[in-house]
């Protein structure tokens, strides 16, 4: 009965570093989103995809890019971090076709140095 | 440009009474409006969704409801427990593809025993 996981649950990065986190969900939800939490900012969302194979831009897309190579996954890249991008990030799906209803998983802890 | 406020501010009541949340939007036709809670280091969880053509929903202690006219939602817990303190986040539908919502900052409600 996993659900939504993310891996992993923190990271610290020095600038510059590059890194990958990774969301799994067993439920054969067709969407999938990244979003980073911020106080005062509320969630907003970075990219998200309603397929696999397909990928989309959200509010916040700069300094990161995704892949959805398989249904079940959806990998956010930091190529470059930055000290901007210390956050939270929570990652979500949701069964589409007319009503969203975001499931989350628990989020990683992000600090880059 | 759309935007959806929900009190900053921390709600406090005390514990039995009733606690009411507000979520207001503009600039959005939403086709249904959903609330979310947050406990601290955790993902939003799923709790109402109603429709636009719906004016009230219910589920245990919980109520909601849809104004269209005035672009409001309220949110009810009826007899408050400490329990249920934590923050609520309501989120609106993307009013076309529905692929994706946007959220609100949250209200943070604290139930005083």
């Known amino acids: 009965n996993a659900g939504v996981t993310q891996t992993p649950k923190f990271r610290v990065l020095k600038t510059g570093q590059s890194m990958t986190l990774l969301c799994a969900q067993d439920?054969?939800?067709?969407?999938m989103y990244w979003y980073r939490q911020d106080p005062g900012m509320g969630l907003r969302l970075i990219h998200y995809?309603?397929?696999?194979?397909?990928?989309a831009k959200g509010e916040v897309p700069d300094g990161y890019n995704v892949s959805r190579l398989k249904k079940q996954n959806f990998l956010l890249g930091l190529e470059s971090a930055a000290p901007s991008q210390t956050s939270v990030y929570f990652c979500?799906?949701?069964?589409?076709?007319?009503?969203?209803?975001?499931?989350f998983g628990a989020g990683t802890r992000l600090s880059v140095l | 440009s759309q935007k959806i406020e929900q009190n900053s501010e921390a709600l406090n009541i005390q514990e039995g009474k009733t606690a009411t949340l507000t979520c207001n939007y503009t600039n959005y036709s939403p086709a249904y409006l959903q609330w979310y809670r947050q406990d601290p280091g955790r993902g939003p969880v799923f709790l109402l969704l109603i429709r636009e053509n719906e004016k009230e929903k219910r589920k245990e202690r919980l109520k909601v409801t849809f104004d269209t006219t005035l672009k409001q939602s309220l949110f009810h817990i009826t007899a408050s427990q400490p329990a249920d303190s934590a923050t609520y986040l309501c989120?609106?539908?993307?009013?076309?593809?529905?692929?994706?919502?946007?959220f609100g900052t949250g209200t943070k409600l604290q139930v005083i025993p």
């Open positions: 995809s309603v397929g696999e194979g397909t990928t």
């Open positions: 979500a799906s949701s069964p589409g076709q007319g009503i969203n209803i975001q499931y």
């Open positions: 439920m054969n939800h067709e969407y």
């Open positions: 989120a609106l539908d993307d009013s076309g593809g529905y692929q994706k919502v946007t």
